[in-house]
């Protein structure tokens, strides 16, 4: 079974940059204006459960499910499969343009994938997916436990993609496990996710020069290193309780537009996960000089990481993200 790896042009992506995403949060938050805060609970919406639209559809498809299909891709839930994380693996064999699925069954798919992810987010996604594989028919999908009798995650895995729906079931942890997404893009103009590298530069040109100079290091942990490590943790670059009231509010902004592409009820675990490990102060940010583009200084690897956050964005040559939001006691 043949994967397509073609690396194509993303012409399109800056009028979806202006045309969804500044829709979907508003340029207020692109430039770090007076945005809502992070925590502002007038804007919470209620964490995934088993009867969200997702979680409905994984439920559905997994009933659709053969036996012989369930062989394929059905596992119990703490299987090591389901812990697995990297920006280029299938976590199945079947791809979802295979016989092996039915015209029904890939039509749930993309339920899912669109109810996990916002307005904008679906569209990039896809776009992504098109771009560096081929389209979504070209990537793999499991379900780890049985939907509707207890824990239960399905998830998407291919090229530069890695989404989860789980209903809450791993508990305290956002996104139901560490996502990944990317773009084989290597032109940063072309790139569909240089737009958050722009946003993520943003805070470091509010910076001072004695807060620049912590929050500048030389060289990147390895893209993968995601751990979380709890409030004993040693993090690198400047911490956001060093920041003055307005560069925090243009941190919320830059998270929330890091957010942006996922359901809002991800978007709201996420921030209870942080509120509940010490909240933005508890954030670090770090830029790093390895992998300068074109060397203009603007940072194409950073890393935003605190006792239950982390968010690390690769994006030279081209833009691998890893994310693993959890609660560690």
């Not at 919470?44 to 997702?54: G, I, N, R």
């Not at 989860?164 to 290597?186: C, M, Q, W």
Request: some cysteine; glycine content about 8%.
């Amino acid at each position: 079974m043949s994967k397509n790896t073609n690396q194509q042009s993303c012409s399109d992506c800056q009028d979806l940059d202006r045309r969804r995403f500044m829709k979907t949060v508003g340029s207020a938050a692109i430039v770090g204006a007076a945005a809502p805060m992070f925590f502002d609970s007038r804007f919470a919406h209620a964490a995934p459960t088993a009867q969200s639209s997702a979680e409905t559809a994984v439920k559905q498809f997994y009933q659709s499910l053969s036996e012989k299909q369930m062989l394929g891709i059905c596992f119990p839930f703490d299987h090591e499969l389901r812990k697995k994380v990297n920006a280029n693996w299938h976590v199945t064999k079947p791809s979802i343009g295979d016989d092996f699925y039915t015209k029904d069954q890939r039509a749930l798919i993309d339920t899912i994938v669109r109810n996990i992810t916002s307005e904008d987010g679906y569209e990039r996604m896809i776009k992504q997916m098109e771009d560096d594989a081929g389209g979504m028919s070209e990537f793999s999908v499991a379900v780890f436990g049985e939907p509707g009798k207890g824990k239960f995650e399905w998830e998407l895995t291919g090229r530069h993609l890695t989404l989860r729906a789980d209903g809450d079931s791993v508990d305290k942890t956002a996104f139901g496990g560490p996502i990944v997404y990317g773009h084989g893009e290597e032109n940063p103009a072309d790139n569909m996710y240089h737009f958050q590298t722009k946003q993520v530069n943003e805070v470091f040109k509010a910076l001072d020069a004695k807060q620049a100079e912590q929050a500048l290091v030389k060289k990147a942990p390895k893209e993968d290193a995601v751990q979380v490590q709890g409030a004993e943790g040693t993090f690198s670059g400047l911490s956001v309780s060093d920041l003055s009231g307005d560069q925090k509010e243009l941190v919320e902004a830059t998270v929330k537009v890091l957010l942006a592409p996922y359901r809002e009820e991800d978007q709201t675990e996420v921030m209870e996960i942080v509120k509940a490990a010490g909240g933005v102060d508890k954030l670090h940010m770090a830029f790093y000089e390895q992998g300068d583009l074109d060397g203009d200084k603007v940072w194409d690897i950073w890393r935003l990481e605190g006792p239950s956050f982390v968010w690390h964005f690769r994006g030279a040559p081209h833009v691998h993200a890893y994310i693993n939001i959890a609660q560690r006691a």
